[in-house]
């Protein structure tokens, strides 16, 4: 079979180089891809946006599964218009997709479905949204409610501070993202993500990851996509995700499905683990970037038989995804200046590192030299019988990158670390 990647990151680095190892994929494509996604795959050059175009191209190669790694060709509805043409893919319908694409559809459904999540109010409206502010309390969350790359998420401390954030998104300052806001309790508690993987009718737990979302040491600074993250996480005990499951992840898919709007593909839950128990705090209609690279150095079964039986809706006959008992953490290497405007071009050696997988998030080849070409240029992963060792073994890979203008955390898993010290 061949398979048609869509994506250009570390997450779609990953994913490659888990679906070239099936022994069902003959040619795997990458769209864009990258120069590490080229030792996987074959880079080509497709206009996502233009439906007709990648269509065209999946019926020439005889394309038998589409994978689209990013949320926005979902939410464009490209999985729509190659299933019209019969292409097999995984990832949600454009409908299904607004799990990620409105952060209003989200909580209404969790209103409907019971889901346990903060209390909120969605306003389409400036002056009622200013209005109704001072029953949320302080502080306050203030999201915009469509699509915006990770940073309409304003959690305001004062009240002025609502009030800028509220004239902001109305003002346009998160372009159509903002034309609606959601505003939300705060919630207080330990944050993890969990993953499911549908078809719409079955589901099966696929894991679970905790990132860093902060630049800096000790997370602080500005926010970021993610600097590092690690699987699974522990604080997510078995019970814990049992509840998950039971009182989130199912509630889901049985109501999309009821509603006429089944959701298949990876439903990617990010939780709020509080005293009353685990809250959703929103969901991604995709892998997380960097989690999927930690996911994927755990996951040990076929990776393009497992998507390919989502893609079919034959879930419930495929074996059930199995992943290492070792812990996976990667650290995010990335250029000067993110989360702000990161320096371009700078040249990388990577070294070998056999202990190490290195992903590429964002590279390009200039003139026969590997250079940074984006905020987030490496994912640089490691395995390990603890989160310890498998911090060891990736920092003394990070060490032995030559990347000059590149940057990363040093303290990446350190919430696990120090309870593995207190064990
Ligand atoms: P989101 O893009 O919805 O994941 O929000 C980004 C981040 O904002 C989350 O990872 C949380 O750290 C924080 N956040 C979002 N909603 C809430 C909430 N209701 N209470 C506390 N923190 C929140
Ligand atoms: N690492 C966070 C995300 O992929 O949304």
Known sequence: MNILLIGSGGREHALAWKLAQSPLCDTLYAAPGNPGIAQSARCITLDVTDHEAVIAFAREKGIGLVVIGPEAPLVDGLGDSLRAFGVPVFGPSASAARLEGSKGFTKDLCTRAHIPTAAYARHADKAAALADLARFGLPVVIKADGLAAGKGVIIAETAAEAEAAIEDMFGGGFGDAGAEVVLEEFMVGEEASFFALTDGRSVVPFGSAQDHK?????????????????????????????????????????????????????????????????????????????ECQVLMTRFEGDLAALLLAIAD????????????????????????????????????????????????????????????????????????ETVTQAQARAYAAVDAVDFPSGFCRRDIGWREVAREKGA
């Open 214 to 290: 902060r630049v800096g040491d000790g997370d602080t600074g500005p926010n970021t996509g993610g600097m590092g993250a690690y699987s699974p996480a522990p604080v997510l005990t078995p019970a814990l995700e049992a509840r998950v499951m039971a009182e989130i992840i199912v509630p889901t898919v049985e109501t999309m499905a009821a509603e006429g709007n089944p959701y298949s593909g990876v439903l990617y839950a990010g939780l709020m683990l509080t005293e009353a128990g685990p809250k959703l705090i929103e969901y991604n209609c995709r892998f997380g970037d960097p």
């Open 313 to 384: 809706g034959q879930l419930a006959e495929a074996e059930a995804p199995e992943f290492s008992d070792d812990s996976a953490l990667t650290i995010v290497m990335a250029a000067k200046g993110y989360p702000g405007t990161p320096e371009k071009g700078g040249a990388i050696h990577l070294p070998e590192t056999p202990e190490a997988m290195i992903f590429h998030a964002g590279t390009a080849m200039k003139d026969g030299v590997l250079v940074a070409n984006g905020g987030r240029v490496l994912n640089v992963t490691a395995r390990g």
